[in-house]
């Protein structure tokens, strides 16, 4: 499974000591704000063994469940997971971050703006749409034109920035909480390279039971596999090879060979 959603391992990419901690810290990040949330899937593994284009490490999130309806509660916490290995090393390395994350904040971003244009759910924009339909052929892709005047544009980008940066403040101040056990799990993941659930039960940390909203939630298609892969962004081709792969790992009909697909990071 985990050549289908991750890639070939790439034993010639030699990480530095400094490098394998960074990684481990951002992908235990991840690791650690997915088994606190309730609107995020289970880990069931952490690796820092680089595998495909880019990829320096992963987590694997496996849900219970299939799923086709996903509420706002559901969609903030998963840009909190994604914000997880940012406010990781941000925490750990006193604040200087690396380009580790540039697909993390890629996805968030667009799930921030699905959020705001397509699904209603800003107070201050209102229960509309500025987002034109997807495109038929190209379901994966997201619109880049907004039908809104130039004043309604600077409150999207207000609302977008105000959601990601509401998730990195969440996924902060459960790390800080959290801190003895990302720090354990920080040392044991460079010596083992990969670790599951079973073998760090901090990773299975019970969750918070969240109530529901009573409106009706908006429709979003649930894959059947998260993965969360950290990427080295200095090189541009590296990233653009990646996204397309993700994009690819979206598109439904890639599923039906597929068991697990491509999410994230």
Not at 2 to 14: N, P, T
Not at 97 to 126: C, F, H, N, P
Not at 211 to 230: D, V, Y
Request: hydrophobic share 40%.
């Amino acid at each position: 499974m985990e050549r289908i959603v991750a890639g070939l391992e790439k034993k010639s990419r030699v990480l530095t000591v400094e490098e394998r901690s960074r990684v481990a810290y951002h992908e235990l990040g991840h690791a650690l704000i997915a088994s606190t949330l309730p609107g995020a899937d289970p880990v069931h593994k952490v690796s820092i063994i680089p595998r495909g284009v880019g990829a320096l490490g992963y987590t694997i999130q496996r849900p219970t469940e299939d799923r086709f309806l996903l509420v706002e509660a559901d969609l903030r916490d998963r840009i909190a997971v994604l914000m997880g290995g940012r406010a990781a090393a941000s925490l750990v390395f006193s604040g200087e971050v690396s380009t580790g994350a540039a697909d993390d904040l890629q996805r968030a971003t667009e799930i921030a703006v699905e959020m705001v244009t397509r699904y209603g759910m800003d107070k201050l924009l209102g229960q509309r749409t500025y987002a034109p339909p997807p495109q038929q052929f190209l379901p994966g892709v997201p619109s880049r034109h907004f039908e809104a005047a130039e004043e309604t544009m600077r409150e999207i980008d207000v609302a977008v920035r105000d959601i990601v940066a509401d998730a990195f403040d969440r996924a902060s101040a459960i790390l800080k909480v959290r801190r003895a056990d990302l720090d354990t799990g920080a040392k044991l993941l460079p010596a083992q390279e990969t670790i599951t659930a079973d073998e760090f039960p901090a990773l299975r940390v019970a969750k918070g039971e969240r109530p529901r909203p009573s409106a009706h939630p908006h429709r979003l298609q649930q894959n059947r596999c998260i993965l969360t892969l950290s990427e080295d962004a200095l090189d541009t081709d590296i990233v653009a090879s990646c996204r397309v792969s993700y994009r690819s790992g979206v598109n439904p009909e890639a599923e039906i060979s597929c068991v697990s697909t491509l999410v994230a990071i």
